[in-house]
């Protein structure tokens, strides 16, 4: 399989990309670094990027960026930041990438756990983590050429938890290693609309 990583560099992306380059071609996508390049909040950036890519097996997509702060703080920007990032830019490569998926293949997208639980500051991620598994219910119902989406959504990262755990007061930690299996199932499995939870 030819699999599309992007945020391939980051915590997830890379636990993703070694735990699939044993048996895959993976193409190693980031917005300053990998095989390949890109601005998920772009559409023109992201049509080049498959433009260069060519047809594929797999999109997985293991970036978008998040703000956080009190909900009676957070800013018009800080929400529209999210918005651009996270979720629309998730939907921008899902919908581009359709004509460059080879028929039964898949997208594979990342929400996180406060989609459900929701945590002190994180009004704007649980909102937006939602959308993105609502999205793919949706999406995997329309999509042709028996292309399958999913959404993985982690815990905080044992990796992250130096840098977030603070805001995760309480919360057990997944090792990336981990997280990477359930992109493994969702890429090589055979369900379509499903949230591959990583905790409980
Ligand atoms: N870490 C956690 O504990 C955790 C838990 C649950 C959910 N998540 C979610 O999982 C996703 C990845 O998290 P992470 O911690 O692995 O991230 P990370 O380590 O910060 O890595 C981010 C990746 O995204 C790429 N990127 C940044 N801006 C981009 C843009 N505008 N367009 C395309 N790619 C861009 C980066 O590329 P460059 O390196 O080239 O800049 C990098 O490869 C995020 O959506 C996060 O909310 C993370």
Known sequence: MKIVIVGASGTIGSAVSTLLASLHEIVRVGHRQGDARVDMTDSASIAALFDATGPF??????????????????????????????L?????????????LREGGSITLTSGIVSE????????????????E?????????LPKGLRINVVSPTLLTESREAYGPFFPGF????AARVALA????????QSGQVFKVFD
Not at 70 to 75: F, G, N, R, T, V
Not at 120 to 129: E, K, L, P
């Open 57 to 86: 097996d797999a999109l997985v997509v293991a970036s978008g960026n998040l703000a956080f702060g009190p909900l009676a703080q957070l800013s018009d920007e800080q929400w529209q930041f999210g918005l651009e990032s996270k």
């Open 183 to 190: 992109y493994q199932r969702a890429v090589m499995g055979v």
């Open 134 to 142: 609502h999205f793919a219910k949706a999406a995997a119902c329309e």
């Open 88 to 100: 629309m830019g998730q939907i921008k490569l899902t919908r581009a990438a359709i004509p460059y």
């Open 172 to 175: 057990e930690s997944v090792p």
């Open 117 to 132: 639980v929701p945590i002190q500051g994180g009004a704007s991620a649980t909102t937006i983590n939602g959308a993105i």
